[in-house]
């Protein structure tokens, strides 16, 4: 929606704006809020000002909400004049007026939300009554109607400080939400009970050196991290897939750094820095409107990620391969998350988020629904956690334990949970890798349900 608007065309549609006004406060004797852009030059509206337009929608409603003030009526117009929305809201004109000039003050983006405050006798209710300041220019921060009256700054310069405060509020909104949903998939992951082997709220399972909080100070230590690989998806999603994951890898070895101190030197989320920082990366390189998509998701981790495996391991000997992921690769071609990510983490995809989907869908808890998906994804992806802790045999005998009762009851009860749970620490086991998986899992589905 690129439309040059012509000068009668604005004309019109603030006649029509004005009329439409007259129009509901006649049908509703109460304040309105109208809120348009301000936008400058004959470009009124586009998919980024439209996104712009959204963010100050919801700040308002967020705000309201908030402080339990009922909206009596509601209604929109998106054409190419322009955006507008008013609200009808049985509410003290001034208490609305703060509300609107703090949304319009309080952020960068802010100086591009028009909100007006009209009284039921449709007159305007002006900042400087209750004290605000003037508005101020875009460009250089001094009075706007200074700068609009001796016409200071070109319509070119206006327009760029448009896109660059858009531009920059989107990106920051967006990495906030990841990294957001990210921090919540780890508590959910960390906080279903009761999983085989595993911390969770009632115990540490097979872990001697952590626990629950161990948990929860890893995850809040990670947040900053997952807001940054959003933002580096976002700032190189016009660069090659590989170009972004090689600029979070070094990223994330500073995640690493600030997991150990969060937790005395445990490791919590290794794996998870691994996998949800490619995540969140690949939703800064994706338009909002894919984040509700899982396979659109896993399928740019995939891109991301392609040739890690050969890359990873090349060069590998028996001499020089240190970890069990190294050896494992060597001796058996196991290729761990590495492997699962190059391909698109098809046990996510085809096996643990539709199974979370459908406990959740069937009414079952998060505890259910979600011990469900990691028993299916220890069957669906080889956990080289399993292995660490036993050995090679020990796990695949597990898989197959595990997959003849799922065949019976994809989502066992509490006395077989914990039944596992007792077996899975008698042998000293811990399907960590496929605890990482499951928060995975839980981050799609926030995704797909929330966003």
């Known amino acids: 929606m ?20 007259r129009q509901l406060l006649a049908q509703y004797p109460m304040p309105m809020v109208c809120f348009t852009m301000n936008i400058a030059g004959p470009v009124k509206n586009s998919p980024l000002i439209q996104k712009g337009f959204a963010l100050g929608k919801r700040y308002l409603t967020e705000q309201l909400d908030s402080l339990h ?40 983006i802010g100086r591009l939300f028009d909100m007006d405050v009209l009284r ?51 990106e920051e909104e967006d990495s906030i939400l990841a990294a957001r949903l990210a921090c919540q998939a780890l508590l959910y992951e960390v906080c279903t009970t009761p999983k085989p082997g595993l911390v969770d709220r009632e115990g540490n399972g097979s872990h001697k050196d952590m626990d629950i909080f161990t948990f929860m100070n890893s995850a809040s230590a990670l947040w900053p991290y997952f807001q940054a690989c959003t933002r580096i998806g976002r700032q190189t999603a016009g660069l090659p897939p590989r170009q972004t994951f090689l600029q979070i890898r070094s990223r994330g070895q500073r995640a690493e750094a600030d997991m150990l101190a969060a937790t005395k030197g445990v490791n919590t989320h290794k794996g998870a820095i691994f996998s949800l920082g490619i995540l969140c990366a690949a939703l800064g390189r994706l338009p909002n409107e894919q984040w509700k998509q899982p396979d659109a998701i896993l399928k740019e981790c995939a891109a991301m990620t392609a040739g890690l495996v050969n890359e990873d391991f090349a060069g590998l000997t028996r001499e020089n391969a240190v970890t069990t992921g190294q050896k494992l690769y060597l001796e058996h071609q196991i290729t761990g998350v590495r492997g699962q990510m190059e391909a698109g983490l098809p046990a996510v995809r085809d096996v643990g988020l539709p199974v979370l ?21 220890i069957t669906a992806a080889v956990d080289t956690n399993l292995i660490a802790r036993s050995d090679l045999a020990t796990q695949q005998e597990t898989v197959l334990q595990l997959k003849e009762l799922l065949m019976h009851n994809p989502y066992p009860d509490l006395p077989t949970l914990r039944q596992l749970d007792s077996k899975f620490m008698e042998k000293n086991l811990s399907p960590g890798g496929s605890a990482d998986l499951l928060a995975v899992c839980y981050l799609l589905y926030f995704l797909e349900n929330e966003v």
């Open 357 to 377: 989907k459908k406990g959740f869908a069937q009414g079952l808890s998060p505890d259910r629904a979600g011990c469900g998906a990691l028993l299916a994804l």
């Open 120 to 170: 039921p006798d449709g007159t305007k209710i002006d900042r400087a009554e209750l004290g605000f300041s003037p508005r101020l220019c875009l460009v250089c921060g001094g009075p706007a109607k200074e700068c609009a009256r001796s016409r200071t700054h070109t319509v070119e310069q206006l327009q760029a400080r448009t896109r660059e405060i858009l531009t920059h509020a989107l």
């Open 2 to 21: 690129t439309h040059q608007i012509t000068l009668p065309e604005m004309l019109n549609a603030r006649e029509r704006r004005v009329l439409r006004q």
């Open 69 to 108: 003030i009922p909206c009596a009526h509601y209604e929109e117009i998106n054409e190419a004049t322009g955006n507008e929305a008013c609200w009808l809201i049985d509410a003290d004109p001034l208490l609305i007026k703060k509300i609107t000039c703090a949304i319009e003050d309080n952020s960068e």
